[in-house]
């Protein structure tokens, strides 16, 4: 049986401390009862305790399998240790008693497990239980000369419950903050990790490559020598020149991504024009409605910006293929004032009219290696490091008739 006493849950927490708090009481009672006051009401008292015992009893077998619960029900539980401790403090003595500050304790657990609206609510709860223990319970056995010490006491509790739970939140809130920033950069360490380890995987394949190719390339050369005009010589130029050229493009890419390199800027026209070219010799049968800005601008000249963009075209291409769909929506749109430091941005919006993205993987894809039906979803991730490190943004989205959309985010040169 699975008891929630787990660090790192909150219930847990809640129910052992509870635990702890009804041995004490059942010490400090029985101490009392023994050498210092022999009046107390011992059948009300261990009535209460009881009760709380039973309840306490009731909360395990509840949560027994339950690694988490709703703010509401930690409200409940912490309603129900203010309502033990006012009735059993009702019977101790009332306001006057020295552990009527224990009242302080659920507001503190409040602060950090429940959201602010709830901290409130608790809060409350204490200061109206604290106030029914000032007012309506007798101490005339006190004297008369304990009402000003009394009446203290009640404003120095309501100053501690407005401090302490206001510190307390702010704190807690500072720290989740904090914790969702450091998931964050795990996450983006994590993704760069996975891209610095997919362009090793590259670079050590291309320069194993480069060997081989030279080395045909000089075979070719003496059979064309020996055979100039055996067609299969002939055939054989255009791919080795292929190689050569992808090889020699990928030193420059290299070299254009090395620290504090010179990247130049290009025209959108451009690079729309390229784009487009590279669809239409792979997916001649795609129809690309567009919708592009009458005034020209300039966008980054970096290599790797083209291959990032057409990986989005070729997913959408795909996501077309599956329901024979050939119609592929795009939209350019230049925002006057960027997200950050007011800059211009330009957004390229993409939709497909396939069947969209898994819910699962819509919140994955893009910055982790997923399986998809066409493979890991490398090319999706390495567009987004590629984005990213042009200072831009990728959003993926399924539409809410058909397809899915992809939106990029660049800034403007």
């Not at 009702?90 to 009332?94: N, R, V």
């Not at 602060?111 to 602010?116: F, L, N």
């Not at 993409?350 to 969209?356: A, C, Q, S, V």
């Given at each position: 049986?699975?008891?929630n006493?787990s660090?790192?849950?909150?219930?847990?927490?809640?129910?052992l401390?509870?635990?702890?708090?009804?041995?004490l009481?059942?010490?400090?009672?029985?101490?009392?009862?023994?050498?210092?006051?022999?009046?107390?009401?011992e059948?009300?008292?261990?009535?209460?305790?009881?009760?709380?015992?039973l309840f306490?009893?009731?909360?395990?077998?509840?949560?027994?399998?339950?690694?988490?619960?709703?703010?509401?029900?930690?409200?409940?539980?912490?309603?129900?240790?203010?309502?033990?401790l006012t009735?059993l403090l009702?019977?101790?003595?009332?306001a006057s008693n020295?552990?009527v500050?224990?009242?302080?304790?659920?507001?503190?657990?409040a602060?950090?497990?429940?959201?602010?609206?709830?901290v409130?609510f608790?809060s409350g709860?204490?200061?109206?239980?604290?106030?029914?223990?000032y007012t309506?319970?007798p101490?005339?056995?006190?004297?008369?000369?304990?009402?000003?010490?009394l009446?203290g006491m009640?404003v120095n509790?309501?100053?501690?419950v407005?401090?302490?739970?206001?510190i307390?939140?702010?704190?807690?809130s500072r720290?989740?903050?904090?914790?969702?920033?450091?998931?964050?950069?795990r996450?983006k360490?994590?993704?760069?990790?996975?891209?610095?380890?997919l362009?090793?995987?590259?670079a050590?394949?291309?320069?194993?490559?480069a060997t081989?190719?030279a080395?045909?390339?000089?075979?070719?050369?003496?059979?064309n020598?020996?055979?100039?005009?055996?067609?299969?010589?002939q055939?054989m130029?255009?791919p080795?020149?292929?190689?050569?050229?992808?090889?020699?493009?990928?030193?420059?890419?290299?070299?254009?991504?090395?620290?504090h390199?010179?990247?130049?800027?290009?025209s959108f026209?451009?690079?729309?024009?390229?784009?487009?070219e590279l669809?239409?010799?792979?997916?001649?049968?795609?129809?690309?409605a567009?919708?592009?800005?009458?005034?020209?601008?300039s966008?980054?000249?970096?290599?790797m910006?083209?291959?990032?963009?057409?990986?989005?075209?070729?997913?959408?291409?795909?996501?077309?293929e599956?329901?024979?769909?050939?119609?592929l929506?795009?939209?350019?749109?230049?925002?006057?004032?960027?997200?950050?430091?007011?800059?211009?941005?330009?957004?390229l919006s993409?939709?497909?009219?396939?069947?969209?993205i898994?819910?699962?993987?819509?919140?994955?894809?893009?910055?982790?290696v997923?399986?998809?039906?066409s493979?890991?979803?490398?090319?999706?991730l390495?567009?987004?490091?590629?984005?990213?490190?042009l200072?831009?943004?990728l959003?993926l989205?399924?539409h809410?008739?058909q397809g899915?959309?992809?939106?990029?985010?660049l800034?403007i040169?």
């Open positions: 049986m699975l008891i006493f660090p790192n849950s909150a219930l847990g927490q809640l129910l401390l509870r635990s702890i708090a009804i041995v009481q059942l010490v400090l009672v029985l101490i009392s009862l023994w050498f210092l006051d022999k009046n107390l009401p059948q009300p008292i261990f009535t209460v305790i009881a009760l709380e015992s306490q009893l009731a909360s395990i077998y509840a949560y027994r399998k339950v690694s988490d619960v709703s703010p509401g029900a930690m409200v409940m539980q912490l309603v129900a240790d203010i309502l033990f009735v009702s019977f101790l003595g009332g020295a552990f500050s224990l009242l302080l304790l659920p507001c503190i657990i602060a950090v497990t429940v959201p602010p609206r709830f409130v608790i709860a204490a200061l109206a239980a604290y106030g029914y223990l309506v319970v101490m005339h056995h006190h004297g008369m000369h304990m009402g000003q010490h009446l009640l509790f309501i100053f501690m407005i401090v302490t739970v206001t307390v939140t702010y704190l807690a720290i989740q903050q904090r914790e969702l920033a450091l998931a964050k950069s996450e360490q994590l993704q760069q990790e996975q891209v610095l380890a362009g090793s995987a590259a050590q394949v291309t320069h194993q490559l081989p190719i080395h045909l390339n000089l075979l070719l050369e003496e059979l020598e020996d055979f100039p005009e055996h067609p299969a010589v055939e130029h255009a080795l020149i292929q190689c050569k050229t992808q090889l020699d493009g990928f030193r420059a890419q290299t070299e254009l991504l090395k620290p390199a010179q990247v130049n800027k290009q026209d451009t690079l729309w024009q390229q784009l487009h669809m239409t010799l792979q997916f001649p049968e795609q129809t690309i567009c919708q592009l800005p009458a005034q020209s601008f966008v980054s000249g970096d290599p910006l083209i291959p990032a963009l057409f990986n989005l075209f070729v997913n959408a291409a795909k996501a077309n599956k329901c024979s769909a050939s119609r929506e795009v939209s350019v749109t230049v925002s006057e004032e960027g997200a950050a430091g007011g800059r211009k941005t330009w957004s993409i939709r497909d009219l396939g069947p969209g898994d819910m699962d993987k819509l919140a994955l894809i893009g910055k982790s997923v399986d998809s039906s493979g890991l979803g490398m090319a999706l390495l567009s987004h490091a590629t984005i990213e490190r200072e831009g943004t959003h989205s399924n809410q008739s899915a959309v992809s939106v990029v985010t800034p040169v």
